[in-house]
Each structure stands twice: as structure tokens, then as C-alpha cells.
């Protein structure tokens, strides 16, 4: 079992950074994929970045990509989501989420993860 929760949204204009951190408690954070996700009212749930468990291996949304880096920490348990150049179409609500593997990937389907933090508001002003 792991808690998630996410923190360092907020309000920022279009071209600023943020970085969002995710911390998670329980044991053995090392055995857990992590990705974030984000939704935007009236849209779907959408895939933004994933990280293996061991931190070797990212991937990316088309739309984040060269923008946004994803990393952790595992003697802190926590994941961060740096994201720079923000654009108003970055506005949402970003989850991270875990998923327990034995694989070193990372995992982009949002159906891949069971365990969900409550989400921190990112709002980008144009």
C-alpha cells in the first residue's frame, strides 16, 4: 500500500515554471513506476509523464516533451514533475500515481496504476 500526495501547484503565467512534487509514504517506493497525469475541465484524464521505478527510464506526452522533466528521489520517496515554458492548455488538475512492477519501465495507460494522490490545481494565465 502507498499514500500519495502532491503538492506545488498553483497560479502561474504562460512561459513561467513549476515543479510539482509527489510524496509518497509506505515502504519500498523503489518497487513502484510512477507517472502524472492531468484533466482539465470537461476533458479526460490524460497521460503526461512516467518514470521507471529505478528512475532509469522517462517517457512523455508529445505535448510535454522538451518541456517538462519527470524525476524522483528514492531515499525521499517523493517524484517531481519540473515544468517550464507553461502554456494555458497546461491548466488542470495533475495527479501522480503508482504502480507496484518488477519491470523497469514506465508505464503510460492510466489503467496500469492503482494507487492515485488527490491531484494539485496548475492554472496558467495567458
Known amino acids: 500500500q502507498v499514500q500519495l500526495v502532491e503538492s506545488g501547484g498553483g497560479l502561474v503565467q504562460a512561459g513561467g515554471s513549476l515543479r510539482l512534487s509527489c510524496a509518497a509514504s509506505g515502504r519500498s517506493f523503489n518497487n513502484y513506476a510512477m507517472g502524472w497525469f492531468r484533466q482539465a475541465p470537461g476533458k479526460e484524464r490524460e497521460f503526461v509523464a512516467a518514470?521507471?521505478?529505478?528512475?532509469?527510464?522517462?517517457d512523455y506526452a508529445d505535448s510535454v516533451k522538451g518541456r517538462f522533466t519527470i524525476s524522483r528521489d528514492n531515499d525521499k520517496n517523493t517524484v517531481y514533475l519540473q515544468m517550464n515554458s507553461l502554456k494555458p492548455e497546461d491548466a488542470a488538475v495533475y495527479y501522480c500515481?503508482?504502480?507496484?512492477?518488477?519491470?523497469?519501465?514506465?508505464?503510460?495507460?492510466?489503467?496500469?496504476?492503482?494507487?492515485w494522490g488527490q491531484g494539485t490545481q496548475v492554472t496558467v494565465s495567458s
Open positions: 518514470i521507471s521505478k529505478s528512475g532509469s527510464t522517462t
Open positions: 500515481a503508482a504502480r507496484y512492477t518488477t519491470r523497469v519501465v514506465p508505464f503510460i495507460d492510466a489503467s496500469n496504476y492503482g494507487y
